[in-house]
């Protein structure tokens, strides 16, 4: 029996719910990348690194391509791109209504005095 897809969706995004995950896909952004790379941009053990690239890897988010002894991720299509953007622009627009609230609290607290 197949898997709904809002549940395959829930897992989706359970997959994204680190920012360890998070930050690398970001950083792939740009281009492919070493391990060495990615380990001196994210501040965290090389095996707990190891284990995020793997779950990547494994969800098909990112490719690896080995070199001799270097191990260079990738994303593996444009679609991943596409995913933190939408991401960034709905944080976004959130934050944004963040703020326009503070500022809104701050002239009432003002008007107040």
Do not use: N, W
């Not at 494994?58 to 593996?76: E, I, K, Q």
Request: glycine share 8%; net charge negative.
């Amino acid at each position: 029996m197949s898997m709904p897809l809002y549940e395959a969706k829930a897992e989706l995004f359970k997959l994204l719910g680190h920012p360890v995950r998070i930050r690398v896909l970001e950083l792939l952004q740009d281009g492919p990348m070493p391990v060495r790379d990615l380990l001196a941009a994210i501040e965290v053990e090389a095996t707990g690194l190891s284990q995020h690239l793997a779950v990547l890897r494994c969800s098909a988010m990112v490719t690896a391509h080995r070199d001799g002894s270097t191990v260079t991720y990738a994303l593996s299509g444009g679609d991943v791109a596409e995913l933190l953007r939408a991401a960034r622009t709905l944080l976004t627009h959130k934050l944004t209504g963040q703020h326009e609230l503070l500022s809104e609290l701050l002239k009432a607290e003002t008007g107040a005095s």
